[in-house]
Nanobody
Framework: QVQLVESGGGLVQAGGSLRLSCAMS????????MGWYRQAPGKQRELVAQITRASSTNYADSVKGRFTISRDNTKGTLYLQINSLKPEDTAVYYCNAESVLKNNYWGQGTQVTVSS
């Protein structure tokens, strides 16, 4: 059973930084495509950043240049470095793992709140 546990969210002022972490257990981490999604109140969940097994990355246009996704296969952990935070970044951030067979797994989410 794949488990994803996010941490690192919190309340921060605009312009600040946070580092989110997602620890995975229950499967082979380095075979997974990993991603961060977010969902703001009243809005659909959206992809923020993704990193493949080969560590290729892609980002939503709204976060390019401010967010950096990375992975540590030795620790089975996914990261999201968030800089220059804006109030519109306020959302619950979810970790996602997609297997080679396209099975998707989700964490419970971590709240990021940015005050202006």
């Amino acid at each position: 059973q794949v488990q994803l546990v996010e941490s690192g969210g919190g309340l921060v002022q605009a312009g600040g930084s946070l580092r989110l972490s997602c620890a995975m257990s229950g499967s082979v981490f380095n075979l997974m495509t990993m991603g961060w999604y977010r969902q703001a109140p009243g809005k659909q969940r959206e992809l923020v950043a993704q990193i493949t097994r080969a560590s290729s990355t892609n980002y939503a246009d709204s976060v390019k240049g401010r967010f950096t996704i990375s992975r540590d296969n030795t620790k089975g952990t996914l990261y999201l470095q968030i800089n220059s935070l804006k109030p519109e970044d306020t959302a619950v951030y979810y970790c996602n793992a997609e297997s080679v067979l396209k099975n998707n797994y989700w964490g419970q989410g971590t709240q990021v709140t940015v005050s202006s």
